[in-house]
Nanobody
């Protein structure tokens, strides 16, 4: 099996910063891409940021210039540095990874359990 464990969420004031981490563990041959999604109450889950195996990144327009996604391949860990947070960033943040468990299996998407981010004064 593959597990994704997120950490780093919490309560922060507007204008503040948080750093989320997500570590993948278990039966992993390779990881194609890792990303962060978020879901606010009453809204659909949306993409926040992606980073592929080559290090190319993609961001939602709403977070460009404020959030930075990075990864440590040796640790199978992806990070999301969030700066200049505002109340619209309040959501549950979920880590996603496209994992190949053996050289012969197809990619499969795995999700973490989510970590809550609340931006409020």
């Amino acid at each position: 099996q593959v597990q994704l464990v997120e950490s780093g969420g919490g309560l922060v004031q507007p204008g503040g910063s948080l750093r989320l981490s997500c570590a993948a563990s278990g039966s992993i041959f390779s990881i194609n891409a890792m990303g962060w999604y978020r879901q606010a109450p009453g809204k659909q889950r949306e993409l926040v940021a992606l980073i592929d195996s080559g290090g190319s990144t993609n961001y939602a327009d709403s977070v460009k210039g404020r959030f930075t996604i990075s990864k440590d391949n040796a640790k199978n860990t992806v990070y999301l540095q969030m700066n200049s947070l505002n109340p619209d960033d309040t959501a549950d943040y979920y880590c996603n990874a496209d994992v190949r468990r053996t050289p012969w299996t197809t990619l499969r998407a795995y999700w973490g359990q989510g970590t809550q981010v609340t931006v409020s004064s």
